[in-house]
């Protein structure tokens, strides 16, 4: 089986950098994604990582340590339009199946 | 457009009632799912399907049925609604079965069982 932990929400301010963390569990593993998710709306891919280190990605950073189990997700430059969800989410063993954690509400503030 | 569609969009219903919901992609994409998400609970899997007559249960796959004839259609069927099935549903495909295919998600249907 697989478990993933996020906080529940943050909240950061205009122009600042936030990090989102998220740790799992998993019996197999293949990979690990970001998603954001505006209120409303439908998730949309962020970044990928299957090897451990850092993704970079314009203003979103993706970082792996597969041997701790633990991801985070940098943002840079934080915009209003970033107040979002952020879903961290494990692919299993077969690599079919996407499973997902609760999400980090994060709010940015003025 | 191409893409992935669902319909409807917002859906009431009452308890005991079918209903189905509708998942179109364009992509010719192998692998379509059905999420539901719930405060607390976030993206669960209900069903999903590696091609087109394979399908194959989530986590959460009671009290729903689907079917894949054609490879761009992914129908969700609630056989006899619950209030506890009151939820937003989310399809969603990706090309392949490798670890690495992101997925892309339709707009959603907010179901209301009453």
């Known amino acids: 089986g697989q478990n993933i932990d996020q906080p529940t929400e943050m909240t950061a301010t205009e122009g600042a950098i936030v990090q989102i963390n998220c740790t799992y569990q998993?019996?197999?593993?293949?990979?690990l994604f970001w998603y954001q998710q505006h209120a409303g709306e439908a998730p949309t891919f962020l970044s990928y990582?299957?090897?451990?280190g850092l993704e970079e990605k314009g203003r979103f950073s993706s970082f792996l340590s597969r041997s701790k189990g633990y991801s985070y997700l940098l943002l840079k430059e934080l915009q209003m339009k970033d107040s979002a969800s952020y879903l961290c989410?494990?692919?299993?063993?077969?690599?079919?199946?996407?499973?997902f954690g609760t999400g980090t509400q994060l709010k940015v503030e003025l | 457009d191409a893409g992935i569609t669902q319909s409807p969009r917002y859906k009431i219903t009452e308890t005991g009632r079918q209903v189905t919901l509708m998942c179109h992609q364009t992509?010719?994409?192998?692998?379509m799912f059905w999420y539901r998400q719930d405060l607390g609970h976030g993206l669960r899997l209900i069903y999903y399907?590696?091609?087109?007559?394979?399908?194959d249960k989530g986590e959460v796959p009671d009290g729903y049925v689907v079917s894949r004839s054609k490879t761009e259609n992914f129908p969700l069927t609630l056989e006899s609604a619950t209030r506890s099935q009151t939820s937003v549903y989310f399809c969603?495909?990706?090309?392949?079965?490798?670890?690495?295919?992101?997925?892309?998600f339709g707009s959603g249907t907010q179901l209301s069982v009453l």
């Open positions: 969603a495909s990706r090309a392949g079965g490798r670890g690495g295919e992101k997925l892309f």
């Open positions: 998993t019996s197999g593993f293949n990979g």
């Open positions: 990582n299957v090897l451990d």
């Open positions: 989410a494990l692919t299993g063993g077969g690599g079919n199946k996407l499973t």
């Open positions: 992509w010719s994409h192998s692998y």
């Open positions: 399907s590696a091609a087109a007559d394979i399908t």
